[in-house]
Structure formats: structure tokens, C-alpha cells
């Protein structure tokens, strides 16, 4: 089994930036990709961010492109994503996903693990 725990979320302004952190404890070594969704008040779950383990390839929903940076530290078995550029409706409950096989799995929503979720809240 794999743990993931979450951190680094909180209230900031429209146009301020936040970093979250996931760390992974456990069985890390079957970890293959990593990543992040969130879940808006009334609404369902959404892919934001994900990155290989290996190779360090990423991919990016189209509504946080060029605002939101996922990276890794495979020493430390943590993933970030920084967010830059917060809007209002970036608001959510931000939860890490791991997976054995790939990002792909990943983006379809099927992580084999994840987190409890940090709640991001970005003001007007």
C-alpha cells in the first residue's frame, strides 16, 4: 500500500499563488505516475495535473495550462504543484493520486491511491 498525505493549501487572493506538496510513504517503489484533481462545491472531480515518475513527463488540463507547475522529487517521494496566477474559480478541494502503471491512468480518474484532499480557496 501507498500513503499519500497533502499539504500547503489555504485562502490566498485572485492573481496570488499557492504550492501544494504530496508525499508519499509505504510502498513508493511501485509508484509509476503521480498527480492531482480537485472537486469544486456541487461539482464533480476534475484532472488538474500529472507527472511520470521516471521520466518526469508532464501533462496539464487545459484550464490550468500555463498557470499550474507540477514537478517531482523522487528523493523525497513528493510531488508539487505550484499555482500561479489563482482565479476564483480555481477553489476546491485539491487531493493527490498515485498509480503503478501510468499517467494515463492517472488522468482517466483510476490512481490506485489517494489523498484526503487540501482545501484551496481563492478569493475575489
Known amino acids: 500500500q501507498v500513503q499519500l498525505v497533502e499539504s500547503g493549501g489555504g485562502l490566498v487572493q485572485a492573481g496570488g499563488s499557492l504550492r501544494l506538496s504530496c508525499t508519499a510513504s509505504?510502498?513508493?517503489?511501485?509508484?509509476?505516475?503521480m498527480g492531482w484533481f480537485r472537486q469544486a462545491p456541487g461539482k464533480e472531480r476534475e484532472f488538474v495535473a500529472t507527472?511520470?515518475?521516471?521520466?518526469?513527463?508532464?501533462t496539464y488540463a487545459d484550464s490550468v495550462k500555463g498557470r499550474f507547475i507540477i514537478s517531482r522529487d523522487n528523493a523525497k517521494n513528493t510531488v508539487y504543484l505550484q499555482m500561479n496566477s489563482l482565479k476564483p474559480e480555481d477553489t476546491a478541494v485539491y487531493y493527490c493520486?498515485?498509480?503503478?502503471?501510468?499517467?494515463?491512468?492517472?488522468?482517466?480518474?483510476?490512481?490506485?491511491?489517494w489523498g484526503q484532499g487540501t482545501q484551496v480557496t481563492v478569493s475575489s
Open positions: 507527472i511520470s515518475w521516471s521520466g518526469g513527463i508532464t
Open positions: 509505504g510502498r513508493t517503489f511501485s509508484i509509476n505516475a
Open positions: 493520486t498515485a498509480d503503478r502503471q501510468s499517467t494515463r491512468t492517472i488522468m482517466a480518474g483510476r490512481g490506485n491511491f
